[in-house]
């Protein structure tokens, strides 16, 4: 009893210990390399930078796949290792390799390529939204990137806050007919300006009994400051930089547009997105229900005119998704249970393989807690599909003792010599169906990585419900089961369903004898199922994980080189005009938004995307 007892209180600790997400975590040996070059074309980039890096890369052990994305300024190489090499192990390599290609890169550089540790799989569970109809894009950047990345980026289980857009920058467009007309180039300008804002040691002045020391202004910060640059001399005189440019704030980037539409809300001059993303194995719900808790304390700080809204929230469609698998797992449940009453026909009698079943259940949860697994649709699933199993040791006890009661044996009596007969009927069964999911849990690959979980569990499941059937089920059969003896008198519920079975079996007899004197049937027919699987199988379409439906819809399309911001900003406006944010589509979105982003360079894509109930960015 004490047994019991402890199994039941660990299971249901541990069951509400486990992080709850939408698939298992998936290890995945990935890093990401980055390099910047600004002003440099996405070809210029892939050939001076992109390729020497690679030709490194692959001479690195336990490499399994390379692929690299240039873009105008930057290229991105994702390296793949094989999922037995050690990812720290990785990073050293890629390191050492960085370091071996350094002198094929370009010399001007701003700054060596870096790189970190990546997992695809890994997607974020929380987009927010910031939102404002005076502040820039520039002050908005900052302002998500300081006071609200920072913050949430310290929550336990949070690994990493992207932000996008683009921090604050001062531009500086130049005329190159004023430039030329006073005898400069580009160059003269690009180095009087590096020049200009250099933070330089000015030394110091040492008095009798004083020390001061020289902090001169190196730093330009505003555009005034810019202006003001003299960046050369013409005819004797000094050329400003206000001469042959115009120097405004801006980003540095203005090829990014972005806006976002929430229901009810106008739309902001400028959006800045946070993406949040978790750590390997933390709980994806706990988390975004940590950082909305959180955003009502940061709208407090900022100012007036920003708005902090949740763009699209994964955890909802994680949540939902599990409650209907646990809703599945109790009405799987039911049913058995009701199966096993109709069976037997007495409820002492349905009450002890009913009782095995969510005991078996609990046990489950203690050892998958112990294994690092999560509540998740595959661990939910293995044990919808494991419900079936669980009780059959059970019943096969529950029957036998039974049937030796019947013969006029007592309840103990018949519950010890059943345990003496029957235990390792109930053991070779458990071992052969556990068994059979063995080969799920040395599946190779990406799928082996995924269903191991799913595997694992049906087997612990499985065994436990073993256990179960060889402890608890024989002493609740000594002490719940009635008088089985010849003055037993039957229920009505086993006299109707003994009479149907009856009929039932009579028929079944009758098409048995039918189907062996014509065998001829029973070859074509199982022919016939054994042609048609194989045909049904090739038809049906092959997937890696079914397609499911989380209210979220991601689009867009890609413009071709040499068009212009506005012109993706103009093409960005066509989607939002034809977005379900709009009264007249809002069936089915259940009070959405749009979000559009665009890169804006050329030969770059723009995208856009909606949620019901929030938006959300690609």
């Known amino acids: ?38 002003g440099a074309s996405p070809t210029t980039v892939a050939n001076n930078i992109a390729t020497p890096l690679e030709k490194q890369f692959l001479q690195i052990d336990g490499v399994k796949e390379i692929t690299s994305t240039s873009t105008q300024g930057q290229t991105t190489i994702n390296i793949e290792f094989v999922i037995t090499k050690d990812i720290d192990a990785g990073a050293t390599d890629v390191q050492t390799a960085i370091t071996q290609a350094t002198g094929n890169l370009p010399q001007d550089l701003p700054s060596p390529p870096t790189f970190k540790k990546t997992n695809p799989n890994d997607q974020p569970i929380l987009y927010i939204g910031l939102t404002s109809q005076t502040l820039t894009l520039g002050q908005m950047y900052e302002m998500a990137s300081t006071q609200i990345g920072q913050r949430i980026s310290i929550l336990q289980g949070v690994s990493n806050v992207r932000v996008f857009g683009a921090p604050p920058a001062v531009r500086v467009e130049v005329d190159p007919s004023a430039l030329a007309s006073r005898r400069l180039s580009m160059a003269d300008l690009g180095t009087a300006i590096s020049a200009g804002t250099q933070y330089q040691g000015a030394g110091q002045f040492d008095g009798k009994v004083r020390t001061y020391l020289l902090a001169p202004q190196g730093q330009l910060e505003t555009p005034d400051d810019y202006k003001q640059l003299i960046i050369g001399y013409s005819n004797g005189q000094a050329v400003y930089l206000r001469d042959v440019a115009k120097v405004e704030d801006s980003t540095n980037n203005d090829r990014l547009y972005a806006h976002f539409f929430f229901r009810g809300a106008p739309p902001g001059s400028a959006t800045v997105v946070l993406a949040v993303t978790k750590q390997p194995g933390s709980n994806s719900v706990e988390i975004a229900n940590k950082v909305k808790e959180l955003l009502p304390q940061m709208q407090a700080i900022l100012p007036g005119s920003a708005r902090l809204l949740t763009i699209y929230d994964r955890s909802i469609s994680i949540v939902q998704s599990v409650d209907d698998v646990q809703q599945t797992l109790l009405i799987a449940f039911a049913l058995v249970v009701v199966v096993i009453f109709l069976f037997l026909g007495r409820a002492s009698d349905t009450l002890i ?53 019947e013969g ?8 010890f010599n059943g345990a003496q007969e029957i235990s390792f009927t109930i053991l070779s069964m458990t071992l052969s169906l556990a068994a059979v999911f063995i080969p799920l849990v040395f599946m190779p690959g990406q799928v082996g990585l995924i269903f191991r979980e799913f595997g694992v569990t049906i087997i612990i499941s499985v065994i436990c419900s073993g256990f179960v059937s ?62 048609l699987t194989i045909v049904f199988f090739r038809l049906l379409p092959q997937t890696f994980l079914p397609a499911g439906d989380s209210g979220f819809i991601r689009g867009g399309f890609c413009d071709g080189a040499g068009f212009f911001a506005g012109e993706d900003a103009g093409a960005a406006g066509e989607g939002d005009r034809h977005d379900p944010a709009k009264p007249e589509r809002a069936d089915g979105c259940d009070g959405n938004g749009v979000l559009g982003i665009s890169a804006g360079e050329p030969g770059r894509r723009v995208s856009f995307s909606w949620a019901g109930e929030q938006a959300a960015i690609d």
Not at 13 to 35: E, G, H
Not at 354 to 381: E, H, K, Q, R, W
Not at 488 to 516: C, I
Request: hydrophobic residues 55%.
């Open 1 to 38: 009893m004490m047994l019991t007892v402890s199994v039941i209180v660990f299971g249901i600790l541990c069951y509400f210990r486990m992080p709850v997400n939408d698939l298992p975590a998936i290890p995945s040996p990935v890093i990401s390399v980055t390099a910047n070059y600004p």
């Open 353 to 405: 393989p009913s009782v095995a079943l969510p005991l078996s259940l609990l046990m489950t949860f203690t050892c998958m807690n112990l294994l690092g697994y999560s509540i998740d649709n595959l661990s939910l699933l293995a044990l919808v599909l494991a419900i079936g199993f669980l009780v059959d040791d059970a019943i096969v006890f529950l029957e036998n003792c039974v049937r030796r009661m």
């Open 408 to 415: 006029g044996e007592d309840a103990m009596t018949a519950a």
């Open 470 to 531: 060889l402890t608890l089920t024989p002493l609740m059969c000594s002490r719940m089961l009635a008088n089985r003896g010849k003055e037993h008198k039957k229920t009505w519920t086993e006299r109707v369903v003994g009479d149907y079975f009856g009929r039932l079996t009579a028929a079944y007899v009758r098409t048995l004898d039918f189907f062996v004197m014509h065998q001829w049937i029973s070859i074509l027919a199982w022919i016939a199922s054994f042609v």
